[in-house]
């Protein structure tokens, strides 16, 4: 659970409204809503009588209360004690990346920036987290830029008045096979079931890979046998020949073919676009506002 719900949490016990509690937070009410239904999750009980106005602490939200504020000042004092001693180098940047970002677009973007930043030492993040964990680390300094996919029929909600953002490359999303595994996607095989590797959950890869699906005329013919969080486990499924999936170019360290994939129904492609956000209410580091300029230089298509 990210340490910044439990704040969260606190403004809304504190505040007995989630409008209130947002202001005061300085988020939208429907992000502060998610995160609050996230701790009780993770509770296990629910904490906010939502029926009551003002909203009132349930009888485990009492005892919970207790606990968290205890948490609270305990890891913002030590937190502050560590800060001391670890302050970052100047040149040091901090970039959280979702995991396929990370294997090959980072590497490349890092290069690129240290052109005119040859000192800058880059620090990835990429470890598995939701969205609100992704901006919660923004709001709270310790990350300094989050670097994403968007997507038009799956763009999250992300407050602008909190967070800037700017778009620094496309990305295609296509549907692969093995080269030596044929699939057959004409009318006269529309009984035929295509075994299909598939990003599991609920994630953004697998929100828009519905999207794709939902615009193809094969899709009931779909027949998952393998599933994935990771898009670097259904590429390697997808090489074993184990099924079509939709994978994004980032994937691949060359070429599809030298991975011994090949496109298949090129009609189902995607556009995915690689943004960058980063906190308007934390201090902005010279470093972080340098390579901020870059970023939006490398706009694609003149925006």
Known sequence: MDFNWLEDFLAVAEKGHFAHAAEDRNTTQSALSRRIKAVEHWAGAELLDRSSHPIVPTEAGIEFIAAAKE??????????????????????????????????????????????????????????RTLDEYLSALSGGVSDIFVCYDHPAVSPEIDASEFERVDIAEHGLALYSAIDKAVEFGDENRQNSIPYVAFSGTSFMSRVVEHSVSKTSFGERLQPVYRASLAESLFAACQRG??????????????????????????????????????????????????????????????
Request: glycine share 4%.
């Open 71 to 128: 948490i609270v000042a305990r890891t913002l004092e030590i937190r502050g004690a560590i800060g001391e001693l670890t302050r970052r180098g100047e040149q040091d940047l901090t970039i959280a990346s979702l995991h396929t970002l990370a294997l090959y677009f980072m590497p490349e973007l890092t290069e690129l920036l240290r052109r005119s930043e040859p000192k800058l030492a880059v620090n990835v993040v990429a470890e598995t």
């Open 242 to 303: 184990l099924g079509v999936a939709w994978l994004p170019d980032a994937i691949f360290p060359s070429s599809a073919k030298k991975a011994g994939l090949q496109v298949i129904f090129p009609e189902a492609a995607q556009s995915l676009r690689v943004c960058a956000y980063r906190s308007r209410n934390v201090p902005v580091r010279p470093l972080v506002d340098r390579i901020w300029r870059q970023l939006v230089a490398m706009q694609p298509n003149g925006k």
